[in-house]
T-cell receptor, first 115, second 115 residues
Framework: AQSVTQLGSHVSVSEGALVLLRCNYS??????LFWYVQYPNQGLQLLLK??????LVKGINGFEAEFKKSETSFHLTKPSAHMSDAAEYFC?????????????FGQGTRLTINP | DTGVSQNPRHKITKRGQNVTFRCDPI?????LYWYRQTLGQGPEFLTY????????KSRLLSDRFSAERPKGSFSTLEIQRTEQGDSAMYLC?????????????FGSGTRLTVV
């Protein structure tokens, strides 16, 4: 079964510092990988996704992620944190090639930005 | 149509009461998902519709839960005889037909509190 592990339930960085949120996945099929952001009492907003092709994926709000098959990782980065980046971030993997193709989510990482 | 719409945004109910939530997907999206998110956790899959057919249900979906999607448009999720453990955010997502490289668009969710 597919699974996602997000290392670190809480990450705190200073404004302007590098943001690195870690995601490792397990998948028996070619993975489609996603990062979502969730603000308090809101739904999930897609930041970026990897399906096929270029392994470095750029998303909204200056975020990017690199798919590394050999490391089964899909870490999310942003060069310079902004106060508005404070939120919960979820990594997800598609569970199958057919059928529902539902997403399997990690436990989430809460990002705090210090002024 | 700008996104996935969920109503109500918040619902407080007494234990033992029935509740119903509604999801209106993006109009051209034929695939619809329900997820449940408890505090501090990632979303967990509940059920999947393709058009009006409910094709997959999670073991999380007990007999007290029922979902429908009449005419393949909006969907409803009903919980009968609510329990305190049902307190969670219920998220709806939709996807268009065709190739699966598209992301999953989530609604803002319905937060249920059972008292």
């Amino acid at each position: 079964a597919q699974s996602v592990t997000q290392l670190g339930s809480h990450v705190s960085v200073s404004e302007g510092a590098l943001v690195l949120l870690r995601c490792n996945y397990s998948s028996s099929v070619p993975p489609y990988l996603f990062w979502y952001v969730q603000y308090p009492n809101q739904g999930l907003q897609l930041l970026l996704k990897y399906t096929t092709g270029a392994t470095l994926v750029k998303g909204i709000n200056g975020f990017e992620a690199e798919f590394k098959k050999s490391e089964t990782s899909f870490h999310l980065t942003k060069p310079s944190a902004h106060m508005s980046d404070a939120a919960e971030y979820f990594c997800a993997v598609r569970d199958s090639l057919q059928g529902a193709q539902k997403l399997v989510f990690g436990q989430g990482t809460r990002l705090t930005i210090n002024p | 149509d700008t996104g996935v719409s969920q109503n109500p945004r918040h619902k407080i109910t007494k234990r033992g009461q029935n509740v119903t939530f509604r999801c209106d997907p993006i109009s051209e999206h034929n695939r619809l998902y329900w997820y449940r998110q408890t505090l501090g956790q990632g979303p967990e899959f509940l059920t999947y519709f393709q058009n009006e057919a409910q094709l997959e249900k999670s073991r999380l979906l007990s007999d007290r839960f029922s979902a429908e999607r009449p005419k393949g448009s909006f969907s409803t999720l009903e919980i009968q005889r609510t329990e305190q453990g049902d307190s969670a955010m219920y998220l709806c997502a939709s996807r268009p037909p065709g190739i699966s490289v598209y992301g999953y668009t989530f609604g803002s969710g319905t937060r249920l509190t059972v008292v």
